[in-house]
């Protein structure tokens, strides 16, 4: 054998295991991802994302979707979200908001007409009779606010919305064995090795088998989850991008925060679920991203302790009557701060909290 002939199979095997090394790597972030979306989602409704992690599936048709003890026929549009097929053209009568949040924004337990994106839409819709209102709701269950900044991301130049509505804070502050920060390659060439990837069939066939037998051999009840999913510090980062580009458009997007309830399950202690962190410096954090040039409204308060606005049995997941307080309340924000326009042509800047 001469030397051409050991340097091209050396040559081969480096490129071997580079391969190698990118699919284990993909498949290990992968593995943090189905940790998660096992607990969420069902796998059939999930389509994997490389840029955020998880999306639904787009153009699903009355799919029965489990969550949190509740079971809701769904329906997705083109872009995996919970709403209605928006026209890409836009004029100057349309009137766009886009609702990122997780769970809650996308109700979960609720039928689409009676999420608080739908509710908001007719509200402003009846008032404002010569606009066409659309709503988009970005809510996707487990989604947490480093999700959220990603799918604005895709969202902001295909539905170029007026309004931005943001509703995180529940699954940044859930623990799981890293950050979620650390799920997706920071460098291009990682993404770009990704995105193609998740493009063959072939690799997502093996990618699926073995992510599905890793989550097979892990015990549930092992204490394997160390950090909360997002730290305070880039929560506040997360909002203040959505907030920053926003700002940036021309004319300016007005972004609404909704301070959240505090949840009332805290976690399993002994499970290793159970966050420390108080959710105040969470909420402190949405009032001073959007207090400058956004607005907000506290649902803390009026919801936290009122348990005609929650599920059955449930702690988080907001019910018809929930959902229809959300609606009034930002409509209310709408109004006080006269954030739509009296004339499809005129637009307004500026803002101060509620």
Same mark, same amino acid.
């Given at each position: 054998?001469?030397?051409?002939?050991?340097?091209?199979?050396?040559?081969?095997?480096?490129?071997?295991?580079?391969?190698?090394?990118?699919?284990?790597?993909?498949?290990?972030?992968?593995?943090?991802?189905?940790?998660?979306?096992?607990?969420?989602?069902?796998?059939?409704?999930?389509?994997?994302?490389?840029?955020?992690?998880?999306?639904?599936?787009?153009?699903?048709?009355?799919?029965?979707?489990?969550?949190?003890?509740?079971?809701?026929?769904?329906?997705?549009?083109?872009?995996?979200?919970?709403?209605?097929?928006? #026209?890409?053209?836009?004029?100057?009568?349309?009137?766009?908001?886009?609702?990122?949040?997780?769970?809650?924004?996308?109700?979960?337990? *609720?039928?689409?007409?009676?999420?608080?994106?739908?509710?908001?839409?007719?509200?402003?819709?009846?008032?404002?009779?010569?606009?066409?209102?659309?709503?988009? $709701?970005?809510?996707?269950?487990?989604?947490?606010?480093?999700?959220?900044?990603?799918?604005?991301?895709?969202?902001?130049?295909?539905?170029?919305?007026?309004? *931005?509505?943001?509703?995180?804070?529940?699954? #940044?502050?859930?623990?799981?064995?890293?950050?979620?920060?650390?799920?997706?390659?920071?460098?291009?060439?990682?993404?770009?090795?990704?995105?193609?990837?998740?493009?063959? $069939?072939?690799?997502? %066939?093996?990618?699926?088998?073995?992510?599905?037998?890793?989550? $097979?051999?892990?015990?549930?009840?092992? #204490?394997?989850?160390?950090?909360?999913?997002?730290?305070?510090?880039?929560? %506040?980062?997360?909002?203040?991008?959505? *907030?920053?580009?926003?700002?940036?458009?021309?004319?300016?997007?007005?972004?609404?925060?909704?301070?959240?309830?505090?949840?009332?399950?805290?976690?399993?202690?002994?499970?290793?679920?159970?966050?420390?962190?108080?959710?105040?410096?969470?909420?402190?954090?949405?009032?001073?991203?959007?207090?400058?040039?956004?607005?907000?409204?506290?649902?803390?308060?009026?919801?936290?302790?009122?348990?005609?606005?929650?599920?059955?049995?449930?702690?988080?997941?907001?019910?018809?009557?929930?959902?229809?307080?959300?609606?009034?309340?930002?409509?209310?924000?709408?109004?006080?701060?006269?954030?739509?326009?009296?004339?499809?042509?005129?637009?307004?800047?500026?803002?101060?909290?509620?």
């Amino acid at each position: 054998m001469d030397l051409k002939e050991i340097l091209k199979k050396i040559q081969i095997i480096k490129t071997a295991t580079v391969l190698l090394f990118v699919l284990v790597m993909i498949i290990f972030m992968d593995y943090s991802i189905g940790e998660i979306a096992r607990s969420t989602v069902p796998l059939q409704a999930l389509k994997p994302d490389p840029d955020v992690l998880w999306r639904f599936n787009p153009n699903l048709k009355n799919y029965s979707f489990r969550y949190g003890g509740t079971e809701t026929v769904i329906r997705t549009n083109s872009q995996g979200l919970r709403s209605k097929e928006i #026209d890409e053209v836009k004029t100057k009568r349309h009137f766009r908001i886009l609702c990122l949040g997780d769970e809650v924004t996308f109700g979960a337990g *609720v039928s689409q007409l009676e999420t608080y994106p739908e509710l908001l839409g007719d509200i402003i819709q009846r008032r404002y009779h010569y606009f066409l209102v659309d709503t988009i $709701n970005g809510g996707i269950p487990g989604y947490s606010s480093f999700q959220g900044s990603h799918l604005f991301d895709q969202l902001v130049s295909v539905y170029e919305p007026d309004m *931005v509505i943001l509703a995180f804070m529940y699954n #940044d502050m859930s623990k799981s064995t890293c950050e979620d920060k650390y799920r997706i390659p920071d460098n291009e060439m990682s993404m770009r090795t990704r995105r193609f990837l998740y493009q063959s $069939n072939t690799f997502m %066939f093996f990618r699926n088998w073995a992510m599905g037998q890793i989550l $097979n051999m892990q015990d549930p009840d092992k #204490d394997s989850r160390g950090s909360v999913r997002v730290s305070s510090e880039d929560y %506040f980062l997360n909002l203040y991008h959505i *907030v920053k580009v926003c700002g940036e458009t021309k004319p300016p997007v007005t972004v609404i925060g909704i301070l959240m309830p505090e949840d009332f399950d805290k976690g399993d202690k002994k499970k290793g679920t159970q966050t420390d962190i108080p959710s105040n410096l969470y909420r402190s954090y949405l009032m001073k991203v959007v207090g400058e040039d956004g607005y907000w409204f506290d649902a803390n308060v009026a919801v936290q302790y009122n348990r005609s606005y929650f599920l059955e049995g449930n702690s988080r997941l907001l019910n018809e009557q929930g959902h229809q307080f959300f609606a009034n309340n930002l409509f209310k924000v709408v109004e006080d701060y006269r954030l739509i326009p009296q004339e499809p042509t005129a637009f307004p800047s500026g803002g101060d909290e509620f």
